[in-house]
């Protein structure tokens, strides 16, 4: 004999709470404390509850159907786990929450780049969009989205994107700048930055950040060389031997992504170099990569996958009512600076 499926009712019982409660919760609904939320939760995978989105969706005659939208470029290999792991925070939140994500990849390069990504409302029937780096600061995207009554989350913007629509993000600039005073603390002063691709907003207040590190102790352009790369390790191995042949001679070379400063980490190993002794490299993100590299690299933690959760959160929250905020509203998570074995003294 087939057992009953768990109903809402069930888990409301099991949680000690009242049915909206539930209802609030598995819809990302706001004033909830983090309690009753977290006995919900508990109550849901006890019980292996599934919303039945199909259910729903005859039943509102909505798609209950989100665009996560990433940026790609053709030439280089995607920044690997940034995209993963903001998806799989993205799938975990649909999944308790009854939706279904649709992950996009859009070339930033092509001209028809807005049309690809508002077809996606009309042609797929999505209901809401989240737009990651750079696509989170492209303003007229984003309008171009709300004005056909789609709800949008922007994960990371670094600019004019932050006021447009609600959105969920850490503070690079701040990233920057705890990481870069780490290394001044450490007595460096002479340095190299490898900063992201042109127009990623979020990685230039990285940039930012590392700047205003240094002015504070008096350094500036004399005390430091920097390039651009595009996020990937290649990147990382192609721009370490400028910087390891500047006339500067770079004591600390900051990255920002793990996965040029592992491939800076392993140039620096090709050229027999001991790392930290010869050289100090500092990352972003806190990717799987860097606690597996060789020294485990100093980085800047943010919570990567917590930020696809939130947005799906937020987004659903404006798709059911829970957030009838006027305005846009801005969630900014915790970073850390954390200290591996890629840095040490001068």
């Not at 990371?156 to 705890?178: F, I, M, Q, R």
């Not at 990481?179 to 900063?195: D, Q, S």
């Not at 800076?264 to 010869?278: E, F, N």
Request: some cysteine; charged content about 20%.
């Amino acid at each position: 004999m087939t057992s009953k499926r768990p109903t809402i009712d069930d888990v409301a019982r099991l949680s000690g709470v009242a049915r909206v409660t539930v209802s609030r919760v598995l819809n990302g609904g706001p004033n909830v404390r983090d309690e009753v939320r977290a006995r919900v939760m508990q109550a849901v995978e006890q019980l292996d509850y599934k919303v039945n989105p199909q259910a729903r969706s005859l039943a509102g005659g909505a798609s209950r159907l989100l665009a996560f939208v990433f940026a790609s470029d053709p030439d280089n290999e995607p920044n690997s786990y940034y995209e993963s792991a903001l998806e799989l925070g993205a799938l975990r939140a649909c999944l308790a929450l009854g939706y279904q994500v649709l992950v996009q990849n859009v070339p930033q390069q092509t001209p028809d780049r807005q049309k690809r990504i508002l077809d996606l409302i009309t042609t797929q029937r999505c209901e809401g969009l989240i737009l990651s780096p750079p696509y989170s600061d492209d303003v007229a995207l984003i309008e171009a989205a709300l004005a056909q009554g789609c709800k949008v989350v922007t994960v990371s913007p670094g600019g004019p994107g932050k006021g447009k629509a609600d959105g969920v993000g850490v503070d690079d600039e701040a990233g920057g700048y705890d990481v870069t005073r780490e290394l001044l603390r450490l007595g460096h002063r002479r340095f190299g930055f490898i900063a992201g691709l042109e127009g990623h907003l979020s990685a230039d207040r990285r940039l930012r950040g590392f700047q205003r590190a240094l002015a504070e102790q008096g350094l500036g352009e004399g005390d430091c060389v920097v390039l651009r790369g595009d996020f990937t390790f290649r990147s990382g191995t192609h721009l370490a031997p400028q910087l390891l042949d500047h006339p500067l001679k770079p004591t600390a070379l900051v990255c920002a992504n793990d996965d040029m400063a592992a491939g800076v980490l392993s140039a620096a190993h090709a050229r027999g170099l001991s790392i930290p002794a010869d050289l100090s490299i500092t990352g972003f993100d806190d990717a799987p990569v860097a606690a597996i590299v060789w020294p485990p690299l100093t980085t800047v933690h943010q919570p990567v996958k917590v930020l696809g959760q939130r947005a799906v959160e937020l987004l659903v929250a404006r798709l059911t009512g829970a957030n009838l905020a006027p305005e846009p509203v801005f969630e900014q998570l915790e970073h850390a600076v954390v200290s591996r074995q890629t840095t040490t003294a001068r």
